[in-house]
């Protein structure tokens, strides 16, 4: 063989094991976790627990399609959202998908704002 098709035969046996070893349906689901944010909040909300995150992430799908569904008010949302927050960034999913769902609550009274009052110069 001369060396022109010594070289192909490689490049050729190259990408069959490249092909080979590429993990089949390279998606979103087997990218680094870095640069899937809703992963990433739930692996540091679980600490990487996989029963954790499996959880997390079906009351996540329960807890959107609720939420589409029956579009709830939106002090009930931002409600949630401030019961589920754990830290800034981080959501608790189980817990928001509990809060949705829950009949009970009701809007918080509206904040009185006391007036101030001037004292009178002496």
Same mark, same amino acid.
């Given at each position: 063989m001369t060396p022109l098709t010594d070289s192909r035969a490689m490049k050729g046996k190259l990408a069959i094991a490249i092909l080979l070893l590429a993990p089949a349906g390279a998606d979103a689901r087997t990218r680094a976790p870095i640069y899937d944010p809703v992963l990433l909040n739930i692996g540091l909300v679980c600490r990487w627990d996989n029963r954790c995150i499996e959880r997390q992430k079906n009351a996540m799908k329960r807890a959107t399609?609720?939420? !589409?569904?029956? %579009? +709830? +008010?939106?002090? %009930?949302?931002?409600? #949630?959202?401030?019961?589920? !927050?754990?830290?800034?960034? %981080?959501? *608790?999913?189980?817990?928001? *998908?509990? #809060?949705? %769902?829950? !009949?009970?609550l009701r809007p918080a009274p509206p904040r009185r704002v006391q007036k101030r009052r001037v004292r009178p110069i002496a």
């Open positions: 399609k609720f939420v !589409a569904k029956t %579009r +709830p +008010p939106i002090w %009930r949302v931002q409600l #949630c959202n401030r019961n589920a !927050a754990r830290g800034r960034l %981080r959501v *608790d999913w189980i817990g928001y *998908d509990n #809060c949705i %769902r829950n !009949a009970a």
